[in-house]
């Protein structure tokens, strides 16, 4: 993440957490350099590589409207779809990625 600022002090996340995240259909963990480590759900296979492929790519976009004067660091970043949507965090080493259902059953 050379482009990102990323809070070193962060508390490493359990990527097992992601799956009870609620309403979730898939999710993804990306390295560093943007390769999936792991996938689950709707994220398996070459949808998930797409969107893991393209998240990253926005993650790396994003470090131009960060504030570096104010050591600005990015901490969650949410895209939004009519009926679903994708949650991504970060730690030094890893991107956590969630997609959701946003149509209550």
Do not use: C, W
């Amino acid at each position: 993440f050379d482009h990102i600022s990323v809070q070193k002090s962060r508390l490493k996340m359990d990527a097992g957490a992601l799956r009870t995240v609620n309403g979730q259909t898939g999710t993804l963990v990306l390295d560093i350099n943007g390769q999936v480590l792991s996938a689950t759900g709707e994220l398996r296979g070459t949808s998930g590589e797409i969107a893991a492929e393209t998240i990253y790519s926005m993650l790396q976009d994003s470090s131009s409207v960060l504030d570096a004067s104010q050591k600005e660091e990015l901490q969650r970043m949410t895209i939004t779809f009519p009926t679903y949507d994708y949650v991504v965090t970060l730690d030094a080493e890893q991107v956590y990625v969630v997609k959701r259902s946003s149509v209550q059953d």
